[in-house]
Protein backbone atom coordinates (compact mmCIF):
# COMPACT_ATOMS: atom_id res chain seq x y z
CA UNK A 1 0.00 0.00 0.00
CA UNK A 2 1.21 3.06 -0.30
CA UNK A 3 1.86 6.21 2.01
CA UNK A 4 2.97 9.22 2.53
CA UNK A 5 4.32 11.09 5.64
CA UNK A 6 4.59 14.82 6.17
CA UNK A 7 6.41 16.21 9.14
CA UNK A 8 6.17 18.16 10.49
CA UNK A 9 2.90 18.43 11.53
CA UNK A 10 2.68 22.28 11.90
CA UNK A 11 5.39 24.91 11.87
CA UNK A 12 5.89 28.40 13.13
CA UNK A 13 8.19 30.77 11.36
CA UNK A 14 9.21 34.43 11.58
CA UNK A 15 9.29 36.33 8.55
CA UNK A 16 12.57 35.77 6.92
CA UNK A 17 13.05 32.64 8.71
CA UNK A 18 14.12 30.04 6.32
CA UNK A 19 13.02 26.60 6.52
CA UNK A 20 12.26 22.70 4.94
CA UNK A 21 9.51 20.83 5.06
CA UNK A 22 9.17 16.73 4.71
CA UNK A 23 7.58 14.83 2.75
CA UNK A 24 8.29 10.90 2.73
CA UNK A 25 7.00 8.30 0.54
CA UNK A 26 6.84 4.32 -0.03
CA UNK A 27 5.45 3.22 -3.22
CA UNK A 28 5.35 0.86 -6.24
CA UNK A 29 6.88 2.57 -8.92
CA UNK A 30 6.57 6.20 -8.22
CA UNK A 31 4.96 8.21 -11.58
CA UNK A 32 4.59 11.53 -10.15
CA UNK A 33 5.19 13.06 -6.72
CA UNK A 34 2.64 16.58 -6.64
CA UNK A 35 3.04 19.87 -4.15
CA UNK A 36 -0.05 21.92 -3.35
CA UNK A 37 -0.85 24.55 -1.21
CA UNK A 38 -3.81 24.91 0.39
CA UNK A 39 -5.36 28.18 2.38
CA UNK A 40 -8.43 27.63 5.06
CA UNK A 41 -11.80 27.12 3.75
CA UNK A 42 -10.34 26.79 -0.11
CA UNK A 43 -9.09 23.56 -2.41
CA UNK A 44 -5.62 22.41 -2.68
CA UNK A 45 -3.68 25.06 -5.26
CA UNK A 46 -1.04 23.06 -7.44
CA UNK A 47 2.47 24.01 -7.14
CA UNK A 48 4.69 21.66 -9.11
CA UNK A 49 5.21 18.15 -9.70
CA UNK A 50 8.99 16.03 -9.45
CA UNK A 51 9.09 12.61 -11.69
CA UNK A 52 12.54 11.35 -10.78
CA UNK A 53 15.17 10.91 -8.33
CA UNK A 54 17.63 14.73 -8.60
CA UNK A 55 15.03 16.51 -9.76
CA UNK A 56 14.48 19.97 -8.24
CA UNK A 57 11.96 22.65 -9.13
CA UNK A 58 11.20 26.52 -7.83
CA UNK A 59 9.35 29.31 -7.63
CA UNK A 60 9.10 32.69 -6.15
CA UNK A 61 10.67 31.87 -2.68
CA UNK A 62 9.55 27.47 -2.92
CA UNK A 63 11.96 24.85 -3.68
CA UNK A 64 11.05 21.16 -4.30
CA UNK A 65 13.65 18.61 -4.44
CA UNK A 66 13.25 14.69 -4.93
CA UNK A 67 14.87 11.95 -3.78
CA UNK A 68 13.73 7.96 -3.94
CA UNK A 69 12.70 8.34 -0.35
CA UNK A 70 11.38 11.47 0.23
CA UNK A 71 10.85 15.17 -1.18
CA UNK A 72 11.74 18.53 0.54
CA UNK A 73 9.98 21.64 0.34
CA UNK A 74 12.83 24.67 1.14
CA UNK A 75 10.98 27.83 1.81
CA UNK A 76 13.67 30.75 1.59
CA UNK A 77 12.72 34.13 3.31
CA UNK A 78 9.32 33.35 4.14
CA UNK A 79 6.50 36.08 3.67
CA UNK A 80 3.21 35.97 6.18
CA UNK A 81 1.22 35.60 2.87
CA UNK A 82 3.17 31.87 2.30
CA UNK A 83 0.84 31.01 5.77
CA UNK A 84 -0.94 28.08 4.31
CA UNK A 85 -0.93 23.93 4.37
CA UNK A 86 1.02 22.17 2.37
CA UNK A 87 0.45 18.87 0.71
CA UNK A 88 2.20 16.24 -0.66
CA UNK A 89 0.56 13.67 -2.83
CA UNK A 90 2.30 10.93 -4.82
CA UNK A 91 1.09 8.72 -7.31
CA UNK A 92 2.09 5.03 -8.37
CA UNK A 93 3.06 4.06 -11.82
CA UNK A 94 1.81 0.62 -11.26
CA UNK A 95 -1.58 -0.96 -10.46
CA UNK A 96 -4.66 -1.01 -12.17
CA UNK A 97 -5.57 2.75 -11.43
CA UNK A 98 -3.03 5.45 -12.91
CA UNK A 99 -5.64 8.24 -11.67
CA UNK A 100 -4.80 7.35 -8.00
CA UNK A 101 -3.10 10.27 -5.78
CA UNK A 102 -2.20 9.43 -2.19
CA UNK A 103 -2.09 12.41 -0.11
CA UNK A 104 -0.37 13.30 2.99
CA UNK A 105 -1.86 15.01 5.97
CA UNK A 106 -0.23 18.29 5.60
CA UNK A 107 2.43 20.41 7.08
CA UNK A 108 0.61 23.79 8.36
CA UNK A 109 2.98 26.62 7.91
CA UNK A 110 2.34 29.74 10.00
CA UNK A 111 4.56 32.96 9.32
CA UNK A 112 5.03 35.46 12.19
CA UNK A 113 5.75 38.90 10.89
CA UNK B 1 -11.43 32.43 -16.73
CA UNK B 2 -11.44 28.67 -16.74
CA UNK B 3 -12.03 26.62 -13.50
CA UNK B 4 -14.13 24.20 -11.68
CA UNK B 5 -17.27 25.71 -9.44
CA UNK B 6 -18.46 23.66 -6.67
CA UNK B 7 -21.99 24.60 -4.92
CA UNK B 8 -23.31 25.95 -2.63
CA UNK B 9 -20.15 26.31 -0.21
CA UNK B 10 -22.09 25.08 2.86
CA UNK B 11 -24.67 23.18 2.84
CA UNK B 12 -26.62 21.76 6.25
CA UNK B 13 -28.66 18.47 5.85
CA UNK B 14 -30.62 16.21 8.54
CA UNK B 15 -29.97 12.66 8.82
CA UNK B 16 -31.60 10.65 6.91
CA UNK B 17 -31.57 12.53 3.98
CA UNK B 18 -29.88 12.02 1.13
CA UNK B 19 -28.11 15.38 -0.85
CA UNK B 20 -26.43 16.45 -4.03
CA UNK B 21 -23.37 18.64 -4.39
CA UNK B 22 -22.52 20.64 -7.85
CA UNK B 23 -19.27 19.91 -9.50
CA UNK B 24 -18.65 22.43 -13.15
CA UNK B 25 -15.22 22.89 -14.65
CA UNK B 26 -14.63 24.54 -18.17
CA UNK B 27 -11.44 23.16 -18.62
CA UNK B 28 -12.42 20.91 -20.86
CA UNK B 29 -10.60 18.03 -18.91
CA UNK B 30 -11.25 14.84 -19.52
CA UNK B 31 -11.25 13.15 -16.46
CA UNK B 32 -12.71 14.90 -12.70
CA UNK B 33 -12.52 13.37 -8.89
CA UNK B 34 -14.27 13.78 -5.80
CA UNK B 35 -12.54 13.66 -2.50
CA UNK B 36 -13.22 14.03 0.54
CA UNK B 37 -11.29 16.14 3.28
CA UNK B 38 -11.51 15.43 7.37
CA UNK B 39 -9.14 17.43 10.24
CA UNK B 40 -6.16 15.38 10.68
CA UNK B 41 -6.23 13.11 7.52
CA UNK B 42 -4.86 12.97 3.96
CA UNK B 43 -7.32 13.22 0.92
CA UNK B 44 -9.40 10.25 0.17
CA UNK B 45 -10.56 9.35 -2.94
CA UNK B 46 -14.61 8.87 -3.33
CA UNK B 47 -15.34 8.28 -7.13
CA UNK B 48 -13.55 9.30 -10.39
CA UNK B 49 -14.48 9.34 -13.75
CA UNK B 50 -12.12 9.44 -16.84
CA UNK B 51 -14.43 9.94 -19.36
CA UNK B 52 -18.27 10.56 -20.25
CA UNK B 53 -20.90 8.00 -19.08
CA UNK B 54 -18.30 5.87 -17.04
CA UNK B 55 -16.62 6.13 -13.35
CA UNK B 56 -15.12 4.15 -10.51
CA UNK B 57 -15.27 3.93 -7.16
CA UNK B 58 -12.22 5.48 -5.29
CA UNK B 59 -10.60 4.30 -1.45
CA UNK B 60 -14.54 5.36 0.45
CA UNK B 61 -17.54 4.64 -2.67
CA UNK B 62 -19.93 3.46 0.19
CA UNK B 63 -22.80 5.70 0.83
CA UNK B 64 -21.87 7.49 -2.38
CA UNK B 65 -22.89 7.37 -6.10
CA UNK B 66 -21.95 9.66 -8.67
CA UNK B 67 -22.96 10.39 -12.54
CA UNK B 68 -21.42 11.45 -15.47
CA UNK B 69 -23.81 12.44 -18.03
CA UNK B 70 -21.57 15.35 -19.60
CA UNK B 71 -18.01 16.14 -19.92
CA UNK B 72 -18.51 19.58 -17.29
CA UNK B 73 -20.42 17.91 -14.59
CA UNK B 74 -19.87 15.16 -12.12
CA UNK B 75 -22.43 15.65 -9.31
CA UNK B 76 -22.28 13.61 -5.91
CA UNK B 77 -24.76 12.46 -4.07
CA UNK B 78 -24.28 11.99 -0.44
CA UNK B 79 -26.84 9.37 0.58
CA UNK B 80 -28.33 8.68 4.11
CA UNK B 81 -26.04 4.81 4.35
CA UNK B 82 -23.26 7.22 4.60
CA UNK B 83 -22.78 6.82 8.24
CA UNK B 84 -20.38 9.48 8.88
CA UNK B 85 -21.35 12.48 6.02
CA UNK B 86 -20.13 15.63 7.54
CA UNK B 87 -17.28 16.48 6.41
CA UNK B 88 -15.47 19.02 3.65
CA UNK B 89 -15.91 17.56 0.33
CA UNK B 90 -13.57 18.91 -2.93
CA UNK B 91 -13.83 17.93 -6.80
CA UNK B 92 -10.87 17.89 -8.63
CA UNK B 93 -9.93 17.09 -12.52
CA UNK B 94 -7.12 16.74 -14.58
CA UNK B 95 -6.27 16.94 -18.31
CA UNK B 96 -4.81 13.50 -18.36
CA UNK B 97 -4.34 10.70 -16.16
CA UNK B 98 -0.58 12.05 -14.67
CA UNK B 99 -1.54 16.18 -14.94
CA UNK B 100 -1.67 17.97 -11.93
CA UNK B 101 -5.32 17.95 -10.48
CA UNK B 102 -6.79 21.24 -10.43
CA UNK B 103 -9.79 21.42 -7.77
CA UNK B 104 -12.78 23.54 -6.57
CA UNK B 105 -13.14 25.66 -3.59
CA UNK B 106 -15.35 22.34 -1.43
CA UNK B 107 -18.22 22.20 -0.10
CA UNK B 108 -18.70 22.24 3.42
CA UNK B 109 -21.45 19.42 3.95
CA UNK B 110 -22.88 19.50 8.15
CA UNK B 111 -25.60 16.45 8.55
CA UNK B 112 -27.35 16.39 11.67
Known amino acids: EDQVTQSPEALRLQEGESSSLNCSYT??????LFWYRQDPGKGPEFLFT???AGEEKEKERLKATLTKKESFLHITAPKPEDSATYLC??????????????FGKGTLLTVNP | DGGITQSPKYLFRKEGQNVTLSCEQN?????MYWYRQDPGQGLRLIYY???????QKGDIAEGYSVSREKKESFPLTVTSAQKNPTAFYLC???????????FGNGTRLTVT
Open chain 1, 89 to 102: AVQASSGGSNYKLT
Open chain 2, 92 to 102: ASSRAKDSPLH
Open chain 2, 49 to 55: SQIVNDF
Open chain 1, 50 to 52: LYS
Open chain 1, 27 to 32: VSGLRG
Open chain 2, 27 to 31: LNHDA
